[in-house]
């Protein structure tokens, strides 16, 4: 089964940075003064979820207006929600998940999909999709480092990029993982952060991850 993801653009978005904010972003106005403090900050990679009414709006605005930023389209659930990531201009889609319906939409875009995974079953079966980039979702929840170490072995083709549940703190464990090539974070901009207009704070904070290693 040939798969849409283009494992080559992936790892240049997923190795941009040690780490990918993961954004809810309730105001689109906000979004561009955001995207440009992360990128100032050493994240160039930026993963705003579709849940908010306008977050494609966000996506479109950083799109179109913040030079250097990778903008990614998270929590896509369906054909109709790609379709859209895709039209705001969106270069790589997040989903928590993989159903075959996703799947079947991802093939029809060279916009790729970062499927969510959670089981050595789930890796298993995008592996055979074509998929070896993978978000390990929710990180924390599902054991974590320890999951992901017991995963390497007899998975080594898999690559991730944990989310959910990650600090600043924890980061560094799982960085140190041979199969992570990044992690996903929402403590470097959360709603209050953006909902402020704390752009030195998201940008400093930025900084202290582009930082972060093993």
């Known amino acids: 089964m040939a798969s849409s993801q283009n494992t080559e653009r992936l ?16 105001d689109p106005a906000k979004a561009v003064p955001m995207a440009r403090a992360l990128v100032r900050g050493g994240l160039p990679a930026i993963e705003i ?3 908010t009414p306008k977050a494609l709006e966000a996506i479109r605005a950083v799109a179109a207006e913040v030079e250097g930023a990778f903008v990614g389209a998270g929590t896509v659930l369906d054909a109709a929600q790609y379709q859209a990531a895709v039209e ?5 889609v997040v989903s928590p998940g ?12 060279d916009v790729p ?23 390990l979702f929710p990180a924390e929840a599902v054991g974590g480092a320890n999951l992901l170490k017991s995963l390497a072995s ?14 600043e703190k924890t980061a560094p464990t799982y960085l140190g993982l041979p199969n992570v090539v990044c992690v996903g974070g929402s403590w470097i901009a959360g709603p209050d952060a953006i909902a402020a207009e704390d752009w030195d704070g998201i940008e400093a904070r930025a900084r202290q991850a582009a ?3 093993a």
């Open 11 to 26: 790892d240049t978005i997923m190795q941009a940075a040690p780490v990918i904010p993961v954004l809810i972003v309730e």
């Open 49 to 51: 979820t579709l849940r």
């Open 88 to 92: 705001a201009g969106a270069t790589f």
């Open 98 to 109: 993989a159903t075959d319906k996703l799947l079947a939409a991802a093939s029809g875009h």
């Open 113 to 135: 999909l970062l499927p969510g995974s959670s089981t050595a079953s789930e890796v298993m079966k995008l592996l055979e999709a074509g998929y070896s980039r993978l978000k």
């Open 154 to 167: 007899p998975l080594p083709a898999a690559r991730f990029c944990p989310t959910g549940g990650i600090t």
């Open 211 to 213: 930082r972060l290693s």
